[in-house]
């Protein structure tokens, strides 16, 4: 869902944003790190702001202020315990401001602050006068499983392509559903998929992506955002601690606490057994 309040674009998600975000403040309910802080100086707007994502480790989760204060764009994020992830406009109503970076402090927000009351602060903001600086791959193989799904590191949720159908990713993006609503949890028919909690934060959001992808019948589980940054599948690979599973994965054998790649080895294993046992049915 995106909605406009005069200057003021209301989003679930920074990726939904397109050139006409221009000029404009963003409240965006995707998580502070790097690659939503890439999309917002891209979108050269005035102001943005994010959700701090349970900060996290190496405090990824507010990576966005030091990234757009480069640039002298205006940044806030929003506390997560304050208003759910994912969901642009229950930050807008209950969002409480947690941290900004210099830009946004030089026009008078500050941390406390509700986020309506920064949003119209920082529309005296101005958008990055240079482009930022080229994004590192975010989408790249984490193992190929020659003749099996591959796993695929996406660092955006968003970077799922229509052949991903039956293969496992592991997203850097938080688990939480956009707007509340089911059908954004994946776009493609995925064999699993690992998400960051966020620190799952008020409504427990970071992790409503895996009640509806048991739904759609996929296998799926959150990293403690205190185990791995948050916007990098990098990290989730190889930091990454499970902090909740859906009833799919606890099915194949995952259990909070487990590594990725040991997520990773039960889904392969439960699915090897499951083609073992359609080819051997009468």
């Known amino acids: 869902m995106t909605a406009m309040h005069t200057d003021v674009l209301v989003t679930d ?10 000029g404009r403040v963003a409240v965006a309910a995707s998580h502070g790190g790097l690659y939503a802080a890439y999309l917002a100086a891209k979108l050269k707007l005035s102001g943005v702001i994010l959700n701090d994502a349970g900060v996290g480790l190496d405090e990824a989760g507010i990576a966005c202020l030091r990234y757009l204060d480069a640039l002298s764009m205006a940044a806030a994020v929003i506390g997560h ?3 759910r992830i994912g969901d642009g406009a ?5 969002g409480i401001v947690s941290h900004v970076n210099e830009a946004a402090a030089r026009l008078g927000c500050a941390p406390g602050a509700r986020c309506a009351e920064t949003a119209a602060a920082m529309r005296g903001g101005l958008p990055p006068s240079t482009d930022p600086p080229a994004y590192a791959e975010a989408r790249f193989v984490l193992r190929a499983n020659p003749g099996g799904p591959p796993v695929w590191g996406i660092d955006s949720n968003s ?3 229509a052949e991903d159908a039956g293969a496992i990713l592991v997203t850097g993006s938080h688990g939480g559903l956009l707007g509340g609503k089911p059908e954004t949890a994946i776009g493609v028919p995925a064999l699993a998929a690992v998400y960051n909690d966020a620190g799952m934060g008020i409504d427990r959001a ?16 959150t990293v403690a955002a205190a185990s791995a940054r948050i916007g990098d599948a990098r990290s989730a690979w190889v930091t990454g601690r499970l902090s909740a599973v859906n009833r799919l994965a606890a099915e194949a054998g995952a259990a909070t606490g487990m590594s990725v790649p040991e997520f990773v080895d039960c889904i392969l294993a439960h699915a090897r057994v499951q083609t073992s046992g359609r080819r051997s049915a009468p």
């Open 13 to 22: 998600s920074i990726t939904k944003l397109g050139a006409e975000a221009a």
């Open 81 to 83: 315990d304050s208003a």
């Open 90 to 94: 229950d930050m807008l109503a209950r």
């Open 159 to 161: 970077l799922a392509r």
């Open 206 to 221: 970071g992790i409503s992506r895996l009640p509806a992808l048991d739904a759609r019948g996929i296998a799926a589980a």
